[in-house]
């Protein structure tokens, strides 16, 4: 497999596309939206909302290069009887999961305020793993779908960066998988913690992963034909 290098912290990131995959978390409307849940917890979503456009420049370069796209979503079933007591209870909050919210019953699946972004939208054939938990892995399919298509690499985007993407990209890591994060593609309500979460991720030799900026990411995703360009011998984009 032929491997290309983005520019990366700490140092630059090696992937092969075949074996690559633009892994998507939780860009849903109650976390992202003004009016959802997110906000009605005193949360400033403009933090999070910063993240649409390069995550859609990004979305939009990975489906031209034939990348796998994935694309995650917390939440649970309507009866709730997939969600922890703790994870209920967890807060004591007077509009809590399960409840119903500016947006419909607040993370429950099949609610208007549980769906992803318009700006974001899976396309047919892209997977969506609805996740129990913070983490993608915990109780999904995902290792089971990233195992079959042969993927070994995650361009990680999505919210929260010190919540779900930290987890996620924690349990990637134990599974073998390497993770770029691109700093401007994640999201949280708190700059501190999108710092420092950051820091984390890349620290001690990349301990969790790599990170960079999404045009390091942009400059090679443009560049790589998609399988079906490169039969036609067809350029790129
Ligand atoms: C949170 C998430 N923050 N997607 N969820 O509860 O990070």
């Known amino acids: 497999m032929a491997t290309i290098q983005i520019e990366a912290e700490p140092y630059p990131f090696e992937l092969a596309p075949e074996s690559t995959a633009l892994l998507i978390?939780?860009?849903?409307?109650?976390?992202?939206?003004?009016?959802?849940?997110?906000e009605m917890l005193?949360?400033?979503?403009?933090?999070?909302?910063?993240?649409?456009?390069p995550c859609r420049r990004v979305l939009e370069a990975a489906r031209k290069a034939g990348l796998a796209v994935i694309h995650t979503r917390e939440g649970h079933r309507p009866?709730?009887?997939?969600?922890?007591?703790?994870?209920?209870?967890?807060?004591?909050?007077e509009v809590g999961i399960g409840d119903e919210g500016p947006m419909g019953r607040v993370l429950v699946r099949g609610e208007y305020g549980h769906d992803i972004i318009s700006?974001?939208?899976?396309?047919?054939?892209?997977?969506?793993?609805?996740?129990?938990?913070?983490?993608?892995?915990?109780?999904?399919?995902?290792?089971?779908?990233?195992?079959n298509r042969g993927i070994s690499t995650l361009i990680v985007c999505g919210v929260t960066t010190e919540v779900c993407v930290h987890t996620t990209v924690r349990e990637?890591?134990?599974?073998?998988?390497?993770?770029?994060?691109?700093?401007?593609?994640?999201?949280?309500?708190?700059?501190?913690?999108?710092?420092?979460?950051?820091?984390?991720?890349?620290?001690?030799?990349?301990?969790?992963?790599?990170?960079?900026h999404s045009g390091h990411a942009l400059e090679v995703l443009d560049r790589i034909r998609s399988p079906e360009d490169a039969a036609r011998g067809a350029g790129p984009g």
């Open 25 to 38: 978390i939780d860009m849903q409307r109650d976390f992202v939206e003004p009016g959802g849940f997110g």
């Open 42 to 53: 005193g949360n400033d979503v403009s933090l999070l909302r910063s993240t649409i456009e």
């Open 172 to 212: 990637a890591n134990d599974r073998g998988y390497e993770c770029l994060v691109l700093s401007d593609c994640v999201g949280s309500y708190f700059p501190e913690f999108q710092r420092v979460a950051l820091e984390m991720i890349k620290a001690q030799g990349g301990i969790f992963g790599w990170v960079t």
């Open 79 to 93: 009866d709730l009887t997939d969600a922890p007591p703790a994870k209920l209870k967890r807060g004591g909050l």
């Open 119 to 147: 700006e974001l939208y899976p396309e047919a054939g892209e997977p969506v793993v609805d996740k129990p938990g913070k983490g993608a892995f915990h109780e999904t399919d995902l290792h089971l779908i990233l195992r």
